[in-house]
């Protein structure tokens, strides 16, 4: 960004009336790897790219349970963001403990806003440079979530943060209308396919990528890399045809949502009969 | 001038009995149904029996309150532990944390009894035995609660365990086949029902092996 005399504090304000620091801590979000969420109204499924700094080390784990329904996908700090992955896990577990129940997802995100609101607000401190895909399930329904370092938080269908999150956000933009009603294949292979959106010309490979499903009767797990290996296999193949079938569609129907909907309902239709049938 | 003595007591005790046996392969760990206080009956089909771990299970006798109280805690540190290790606690590992947990409480303590049992990590069956501040010791089978007089000497008699102070050191796991345990812990509960006043109703038997955790229930005597 650009430098400047009031971006030394966190507690020092600028004329504009902005609190740079807070605005840094956002930009080290957008340089981690990418992370994407998508929710239908059971289930949620997280995805993230692994990118290993060298072929001799092991990437970094950047999504995390934290309870049997909510796990979190992280961009940025990913020390930050292993610290709060601890908090929330410690959250949940008293929560459980006092109320023998699982703790809201609503409520959880609210604390987590809090606790990073605090850091804007100390000279001491510094905000927390690490963005949170909170996904979860609880009595009022499937929830995807984004905490970002300033304190603030959104609920969302689907969302994509990180680098190169742009061309994912696109792809989910185009499709959203349709992820409500999503099966549980459908929803994954769009968060593959949003990955995809993101390595922009690199192959997707399972080794590559990291999802997570959390939904109605299925605890957050980590899906293993067979089984997103096969995912992948099995859509590369109509991959092409839909890729071309889907720009005119895009570039054309910018107006009407409805038609966008019923398109990619068709194409996703199709493409179901296309797809060879997969164990989970 | 006489002591004053205390007017009320935090401790109640519910009663009941918990029986454990290791095997080779195996561990079966059973304890009656029968909730008490006083000389009565609170409920026919209370469980004392409840699961740790993957391969560990714990009964206790004693008052229900604290029992249920130690359990959720070690079942909320079990859930701290996966997350920091990716894996479930062994059984020698939660043999530890329980005798932790209770003498964190040496002061006033949880007044729960105890036996442990399940598979180490090499899949042979271990039986921990516990008295209310946390000494424990790991034995080849073990009974608590107000039956244990009744059953212990009988256990002594079939099981009859080389002493752990020999050289060289001795397998103290019973050389039975599951089976066998199974109904040597029936015919175990049988007996003490018949006698103790505080056993009965039903008899919850939980085993486990290899193959995971398996549960089955068999009738006492309802006196």
Known sequence: MFRNQYDTDVTTWSPAGRLF???????????GSAAIGLRSKTHIVLGCVNKANSELSSHQKKIFKV????????????????????????E??????????????GRLVVQLADKAQVCTQRSW????????????????????YYNCPSGNYFEYQAFAIGSRSQAAKTYLERRFENFADSSWDDLVKDALMAIRETLQGETLKSSICTVAVVGVGEPFHILDQETVQQMIDAFEVVGEQEGSAAEPDAAAGQEAAAEQGAAAADQGGSTDECVAPMDI | MTKQQANWSPYDNNGGSCVAIAGADYCVIAADTRMSTGYNILTREYSKICKLADKCVMASSGFQADVKALQKQLAARHLIYQHQHNKQMSCPAMAQLLSNTLYYKRFFPYYSFNVLGGLDNEGKGCVFTYDAVGSYEKVGYSSQGYGSTLIMPFLDNQLKSPSPLLLPVQDAVTP?????AVDLVKTVFA?????DIYTGDKLEIVVVNAAGIRREYMELRKD
Do not use: W
């Not at chain 1, 620091?21 to 340089?31: D, G, L, T, W």
């Not at chain 1, 049997?68 to 990913?78: E, F, M, N, R, S």
């Not at chain 1, 459980?96 to 699982?102: G, L, Q």
């Open chain 1, 21 to 31: 620091q807070v605005e840094y801590a956002m930009e080290a979000v957008k340089q």
């Open chain 1, 67 to 90: 309870d049997d329904h909510i796990g979190v996908a992280i961009a940025g700090l990913t020390a930050d963001g292993r610290v709060l992955s601890r908090y929330m896990r410690n």
């Open chain 1, 92 to 105: 949940c577990i008293n929560y459980s403990f006092t109320y023998e129940s699982p703790l809201p997802v």
């Open chain 1, 125 to 144: 401190k510094r905000p927390y440079g690490v963005g949170l895909l909170v996904a979860g399930l609880d009595e009022s329904g499937a929830h995807l």
């Open chain 2, 176 to 180: 039975l086949v599951e089976a066998e």
């Open chain 2, 191 to 195: 007996s003490a029902s018949e006698r």
